[in-house]
């Protein structure tokens, strides 16, 4: 019954991670379809940059939720349950609502974003106090270098540690560890160009470049 519920749950997982918010809000508020313009990612960050402030927001505030409630959702269903079966079930939910931002059905399993808001939403409901160390790098290095591949790719590798200490699971910090690496993968583009000092600004619109979120 528990491994029954668990692949519910990561199924439902997967499709709340694949509800593409920044697409969603564009097109009900705006006249650009983010695939086709700016840097043709549907996060956040691309949304910032063509809609403004309040819808970027609003997407990143959608993408970490959809990160984040599933979690919470299997935290409380395996609450009691041996920890051996009820944390890599849990770590499970998590990366299925990630693989579902990368991976989203509802657009043919292709242009999902990069992952970071999805992955912290996943891992506040694991460890606050390891999401509160990835946004306090994410923003001293935004604001120090004014790029935020940057702030996303230093907040990131800080948390698999953060994760990892205030846990002490095994299975978070695998989790964690395995969407950090996507992560990575994912900033392939905006690492090549951060090597030869041409990646943009957060105040730069630039007319086609991967995003950042």
């Known amino acids: 019954m528990l491994i029954f519920g668990g692949s519910l749950l990561m199924l439902l997982a997967y499709f709340l991670g694949s509800i593409p918010f920044g697409l969603v809000l564009t097109r009900l508020f705006t006249s650009i379809d983010i695939r086709h313009t700016g840097s043709g990612n549907i996060g956040a960050t691309n949304v910032r940059r063509l809609a403004g402030n309040l819808l970027g927001l609003l997407t990143l505030l959608g993408d970490v939720l959809k990160g984040f409630l599933p979690v919470l959702m299997a935290l409380a269903l395996f609450r009691g349950e041996p920890r051996e079966l009820a944390e890599p079930l849990t770590t499970c939910v998590a990366v299925a609502a990630f693989a579902g931002h990368l991976f989203p059905v509802y657009l043919g399993f292709k242009t999902g974003g990069k992952g970071v808001a999805t992955a912290l939403g996943g891992c506040l409901a694991l460890s606050p106090p390891a ?53 990575f993968f994912r900033h392939r583009d905006n690492l090549q160009r951060i090597l030869a000092g041409s990646e943009p600004t957060i105040d730069q619109k630039p007319d086609r470049e991967p995003a950042d979120s």
């Open 131 to 183: 999401a509160l160390i990835f946004l306090s790098v994410f923003v001293l290095m935004v604001k120090t270098l004014r790029r935020v591949s940057i702030g996303s790719l230093t907040g990131a590798a800080a948390l698999v540690p953060a994760v990892g200490f205030f846990t002490g699971s095994v299975a978070y910090t695998t989790g964690s560890l395995v969407m950090v690496g996507f992560i």
